[in-house]
């Protein structure tokens, strides 16, 4: 998508080089799309038929990448000191912010964390404002391993990250990371994307399960919307922003002069 110059151009050109980069890295099995999308008729077939097979799908990345990019941002002029990602992956936030001055830790199982990390390094992106931090939220509570991480300061307000996070992850889970946000500090903010798939038909909520499954993972939440807001509230979670798919539609889509819908039941809330 980003080879349409007006989704490039609502991007920091920061974070489009890291994608750029990320996609040159991969082995040459996978590299070879990156060569191929520069051509314009292809790059219209393959958005055809994703959105034949799962309407928005395209879209909803774009948005959950830009918005929690902008909420994060606008958290840290308002007082936000240091930023934690849940499940980093791959994900530009920690390289983009750290090079800010920021101090980011990047969350996520070692094999993760060892391919990431290498993948920074390479690219000569690693700084002092970058942490990488081993932890498996299944098997150990994130309130203790950053309480045992040395740079690690709880008395700071935290932007906590949980972009396509909990979807993956057991209720108790979820409930309990959630708990840990506000145990290490009762300032911090979580922003945290989350998927209602009972908002999806039958047939593409199998195919959104389907793609899951092709990249090794599976969904675990079953979590509706609401039930999602009640838990939140029931851990002492107010929510601040909830941002919508017509609104991620509105706010974003349409201004970059495209005409093509957001995944129906995703939405980005931010809650302290």
Known sequence: MTRNPNVRNGFDP?????????????????????????????????????????????????????FVTQQVLNLL????????????????????????GIQVYELDRSSMIGEKSTFIRKEAMDNSHLHFVSCDVEQARISEVLSNYPMFDSNKKTVFIAEGFFDYLEVNTVKQVIADVKTLNPDNTLVSTFFSLDELNVFYRWIFKAGVSVVGETLKSTLTRNEYVQLLEKLGMKIETEITASDMEYKFVKQLGLELPVMKGFYIFQSV
């Not at 799309?33 to 774009?62: Q, T, V």
Request: proline share 3%; hydrophobic share 40%; glycine share 8%.
């Open 14 to 66: 920061v974070i489009i080089t890291f994608y750029e980069r990320l996609l040159l890295s991969l082995p040459k099995h996978l590299r070879r799309y990156h060569s191929i999308l520069k051509s314009s008729l292809l790059r219209r077939c393959f958005i055809f038929s994703e959105e034949l097979l799962l309407p928005g799908d395209l879209m909803h990345i774009l948005c959950r990448k830009y």
């Open 77 to 100: 002029e308002q007082g936000g000191e240091q930023v934690v990602n849940l499940g980093a992956g791959f994900d530009h936030v920690g390289a983009y912010l750290s090079q800010k």
